[in-house]
């Protein structure tokens, strides 16, 4: 199983972007599936995170800014990213909880992407 996160880039502060990230592979079925975040110097913090039953969780710094989605059948995630802050700038990372068959269950992470807030 492979997930590869795309989406990332430089963007003024106040603008938009849309993190995809999209699962392959041996995949039965996903559960959670969510997003975290590493800036330069600081500890990783989850950002979002989405469970199969469409339950949410956010980090307090983006709610209402951020919105986690998910595509079951492209076995894709997305984070939508809205009124972007500097304090946003970091690597993000996506996640998925994955069965590969009835019994087997592990998490697997994409390869991050580099979101830049700046002017």
């Known amino acids: 199983v492979q997930l590869q996160a795309s989406g990332g880039g430089l963007v003024q502060p106040g603008g938009s972007l849309r993190l995809s990230c999209a699962a392959s592979g041996s995949i039965f079925s996903i559960d959670a599936v969510g997003w975290y975040r590493q800036a330069p110097g600081k500890q990783r913090e989850l950002v979002a995170a989405l469970t199969s039953g469409g339950s949410t969780n956010y980090a307090d710094s983006v709610k209402g800014r951020f919105t986690i989605s998910r595509d079951n059948a492209k076995n894709t995630v997305y984070l939508q990213m809205n009124s972007l802050k500097p304090d946003d700038t970091a690597v993000y990372h996506c996640?998925?909880?994955?069965?590969?068959?009835?019994?087997?269950?592990?998490?697997?992470w994409g390869q991050g992407t580099l979101v830049t807030v700046s002017s």
């Open positions: 996640y998925a909880d994955v069965y590969t068959d009835t019994w087997t269950r592990r998490d697997y």
